[in-house]
């Protein structure tokens, strides 16, 4: 994915457990201002994600930084090759609520 790649799904605000939930990820929130909130969710081995979401303009920000296979999509996928070819990279997305954060 390339930077600001738009996003779409459903995305849980669960201020009361202190979490947010985007697709399958669960994300811990370290930070909320009047404006800003700021999640994150620790990468299995290296690296993770960062969330921030901008309440007033209801978007939101992800970083995702970590190690990943480089199997190209038209080749047959093994462990061992993939293995050979880890390597650290990074993407940014971004997305818009479909709804008013402010109310």
């Known amino acids: 994915m390339s930077d600001g790649t ?19 990820s669960n994300y811990s929130i370290t930070g909320k201002t009047d404006r800003y909130v700021t999640a994150i969710r620790m990468g299995d081995e ?3 994600d960062i969330f921030v979401l901008d309440i007033a303009k209801s978007e939101f920000k992800r970083a995702n930084l970590g190690v990943w296979c480089s199997v190209s999509e ?4 093994s462990s061992a090759k993939c293995e050979r070819r880890k390597k650290l990279s990074g993407f940014v997305q971004s997305g818009h609520c479909s709804r008013d954060l402010t109310d």
Not at 74 to 77: A, I, K, S, T, W
Request: glycine letters at 12%; hydrophobic letters at 40%; a negative charge.
């Open 74 to 77: 038209n080749e047959e996928f």
């Open 6 to 24: 738009p996003l779409y799904g459903r995305i849980v605000f669960d201020f009361d457990k202190s979490e947010i939930i985007w697709s399958a």
């Open 46 to 48: 290296v690296g993770g």
